[in-house]
């Protein structure tokens, strides 16, 4: 059900791959979305999409152009967030870039340490670590404010996780931090969770040298797929474990379901879903979005 008060959303990565779908459906539920991109063109496109559609939602898409691997382009598109619809509710940490961004067969063939210059693992963890440190810090007193805050990071699988670097590194450090906020902002109204896609997307951020079929890759409608599977993690507060347990319980500090037990279910399950999850429309992310950011 479309909300007649939305919530506005802080979305990175919003113009490329995942984030264009998470874009519509957040749209299409009624929210306001601050669409944040480091690619003009594609921010173009994403606003024309819209514009042309004759879509409702166009009023409330704001892109905006931002560099998020620097500090001053974090504060600049929060200014820019804040300056066009207040206070920020929300933010889905979805920027990224992928192991094609050191050579285009980096996922084929994993770069090793020797190969692997600072400059390279200052990129990606100043893209996964720094940017939504800043970005929340910054939106973090409009939440307690209001008593109400969602954060959402997309992180990656535990197998890639010990797979590849920097890559699977810096994602493990978000998930880190996710864990830690959880815990510290239980009882605040605020909730932080994590988004794993369950799989390779055809996306720009991997090249055609990786080694990955595109005929295999999922879309960016199986990307939300996923996300509409995590929906038990998007709970209202008056939910038991909607702060931090239930990060915590589904993700790795059940001592019932150890991580590595969780991710061969998680595969196990991608495997079986994989046709009928492809054919998914972006929008079923709708129902997430609902149920992520109620009405007031």
């Known amino acids: 059900m479309t909300s007649a008060h939305g919530r506005v959303v802080f979305l990175t990565g919003a113009a490329g791959g995942i984030g264009v779908s998470m874009t519509d459906a957040l749209l299409a539920a009624g929210h306001r979305v601050a669409a944040i991109d480091r690619d003009a063109k594609a921010l173009d496109r994403l606003s024309a999409r819209h514009a042309e559609a004759n879509d409702q939602g166009k009023d409330r898409l704001h ?173 209202p507060p008056h939910h038991r474990g909607a702060m931090g347990q239930d990060l915590a319980g589904g993700r790795s500090s059940d001592a019932r379901k150890p991580r590595h037990r969780l991710a061969r279910a998680f595969r196990r399950r991608r495997l079986a879903d994989r046709r009928q999850e492809l054919g998914h429309d972006c929008f079923r992310l709708k129902r997430i979005a609902d149920t992520c950011f109620p009405s007031p």
């Open 63 to 235: 892109p905006v152009l931002a560099d998020l691997t620097h500090a001053a382009g974090c504060e600049r598109a929060i200014a820019a967030a804040r300056a066009r619809f207040g206070a920020i509710e929300a933010i889905i940490n979805n920027a990224g870039i992928g192991m094609s961004s050191v050579r285009p067969d980096a996922e084929a063939h994993a770069p090793g340490i020797e190969e692997l210059t600072p400059e390279i693992w200052d990129g990606f963890m100043a893209i996964f670590v720094r940017a939504p440190l800043m970005l929340v810090r910054a939106a973090l007193p409009d939440m307690k404010k209001r008593g109400f805050g969602r954060v959402i990071n997309n992180t990656t699988s535990y197998a890639t996780m010990l797979r590849v670097l920097p890559y699977g590194a810096a994602k493990a450090a978000l998930e880190s931090m996710s864990a830690v906020w959880a815990k510290e902002l239980d009882g605040s109204g605020i909730t932080v969770n994590v988004l794993v896609p369950g799989g390779p997307t055809d996306t720009p951020l991997i090249a055609d040298e990786s080694g990955w079929p595109r005929a295999g890759d999922h879309g960016p409608a199986h990307g939300m797929a996923c996300f509409r599977r995590s929906q038990k993690f998007f709970r």
